[in-house]
């Protein structure tokens, strides 16, 4: 009588336990790989987000001093009148 190849005698109920076994873990891997993909989407869009306001912080704020009328613009025309 020939037997499956992997067949043990007596173990018949074994197999199936590793199959479902097998199953879950296979399940969990997928959960982690689709926990591990949102977590590295999360990341990316963090990293944007501070990226950004790091920029916006390091821009230093100008003044255009000849249109507002500030302390060059005098310098240069001379004493306010008044």
Same mark, same amino acid.
């Given at each position: #009588?020939? #037997?499956?190849?992997?067949?043990?005698?007596?173990? $018949?109920?074994? /197999?199936?336990? #590793?199959?479902?076994? @097998?199953? /879950?873990?296979?399940?969990?891997?997928? =959960?982690?790989?689709?926990?591990? $993909?949102?977590?590295?989407?999360?990341?990316? $869009?963090?990293?944007?987000?501070?990226?950004?306001?790091?920029?916006?912080?390091?821009?230093?704020?100008?003044?255009?001093? =000849?249109?507002?009328?500030?302390?060059?613009?005098? /310098? @240069? /025309?001379?004493?306010?009148?008044?």
């Amino acid at each position: #009588m020939l #037997m499956p190849v992997g067949h043990i005698p007596g173990l $018949a109920g074994t /197999r199936t336990a #590793m199959k479902l076994g @097998d199953e /879950r873990r296979t399940e969990e891997l997928g =959960h982690l790989k689709l926990a591990l $993909a949102t977590f590295a989407l999360q990341l990316d $869009a963090f990293e944007l987000r501070t990226h950004e306001a790091l920029l916006a912080v390091e821009k230093p704020v100008t003044e255009i001093s =000849h249109l507002n009328g500030g302390p060059a613009h005098r /310098r @240069d /025309r001379g004493p306010p009148e008044g």
